[in-house]
């Protein structure tokens, strides 16, 4: 994925505005991304993407190739937020009281007590999701959708921040369970995290000759720079981002043209709308405009609804991708003007 370029022509502002986002609260955004540069190289667009998933409550999707960081990132995200991380390795013996948690007899007060499940953090990592079946991926759907756990009919409620960032492996099929759809729709965004660049993979290489140590991110001098305080304010600003009513319309077109198109036999739902409207408003906000344009619902069309959508049998066959189809229909919607 490459990282959603500023527009460089924005439709007339609102006339009406409501106040500019604050360029303190931009300012640590931004230095969490120069935070997660000296631990990950080459992944700005997905650690974008990231703070666009905190600032929208949202989940995300990681697919790549093993060896590309993916929990480094994670890890260096949570050090720079100064948040709480766990990651948890889905096996297909794993069972769902061993993510959510789980009441555990006290042989001393003959009574049950909850034992917390890793899920009790901020940013969850579910290291290679597709491994696991079905009843304990489904374990994350209440932690996602309600941001609680309910064990013994009791809810109890997470922390806030808190996101699932799952992981999987595009490549190795073989004793893997594929989420549906219906799980795949609560992620808010799916990331595919390409390879490094050659120049990237050196400057990799180099970093390790000199010593850099991934289990030891304070060695390599990755500080907290923000905070969930920081985090809350944020969000609250992206809230006040304003949507004209023809944007809103340019979104639901999009969207609603998946739903027609040949090479689908599902198109994204009215959640994949309002998932798209959502990350627009944050993507807008982090650019420094306090109103969405054209151009932010295409920044974040890939994202958002690459995963939402499900290619025809005979148009895999064909080669036809869900990133080519996407294509298509951007390129087929009027865009307002």
């Not at 409550?57 to 480094?72: F, I, N, S």
């Not at 696991?132 to 809810?155: C, H, I, W, Y």
């Not at 893997?176 to 490094?196: G, H, M, S």
Request: proline share 8%.
């Amino acid at each position: 994925m490459t990282e959603p370029a500023v527009p460089q022509q924005q439709t007339q502002q609102p006339a009406e505005q409501p106040p500019a986002p604050s360029q303190e609260l931009r300012s640590a955004l931004a230095a969490v991304r120069t935070e997660v540069g000296k631990a990950v190289v080459g992944q700005d667009a997905a650690v974008t993407s990231l703070l666009i998933a905190l600032l929208c409550q949202g989940h995300v999707l990681l697919e790549g190739v093993p060896g590309v960081a993916k929990t480094l990132l994670v890890r260096t995200l949570a050090a720079a937020l100064e948040l709480d991380t766990k990651r948890v390795q889905f096996t297909p013996d794993l069972m769902p009281g061993d993510v959510t948690g789980s009441l555990v007899y006290d042989a001393r007060t003959a009574e049950f007590s909850f034992r917390e499940g890793p899920v009790f953090t901020n940013l969850v990592l579910a290291d290679e999701i597709n491994r696991t079946p079905p009843k304990t991926q489904a374990s994350l759907l209440e932690a996602m959708e309600e941001r609680q756990v309910s064990v013994d009919g009791v809810p109890r409620r997470l922390p806030d921040p808190f996101m699932v960032i799952a992981t999987q492996n595009p490549v190795e099929y073989e004793g893997t369970y594929p989420l549906p759809e219906a799980q795949l729709d609560r992620f808010l965004l799916k990331l595919v995290l390409p390879l490094p660049e050659r120049d990237q993979e050196v400057e990799v290489l180099a970093r390790h000759a000199a010593g850099f140590d991934p289990r030891d991110l304070a060695a390599a001098g990755v500080t907290p720079v923000a905070d969930a305080a920081v985090l809350e304010r944020a969000r609250a600003e992206v809230a006040q981002v304003q949507v004209s009513r023809e944007v809103l319309g340019y979104a639901v077109d999009v969207c609603r043209a998946t739903r027609f198109s040949p090479s689908l036999s599902l198109g994204v739902s009215p959640r994949g709308a309002t998932a798209l409207l959502r990350t627009a408003r944050a993507w807008a906000w982090l650019s420094g405009r306090s109103f969405v344009t054209p151009d932010d619902i295409k920044a974040l069309a890939h994202p958002t609804l690459r995963h939402r959508v499900q290619l025809r049998a005979e148009a895999e066959l064909e080669g036809v991708t869900a990133e080519g189809v996407l294509d298509t229909v951007l390129a087929s919607v009027p865009v307002p003007r």
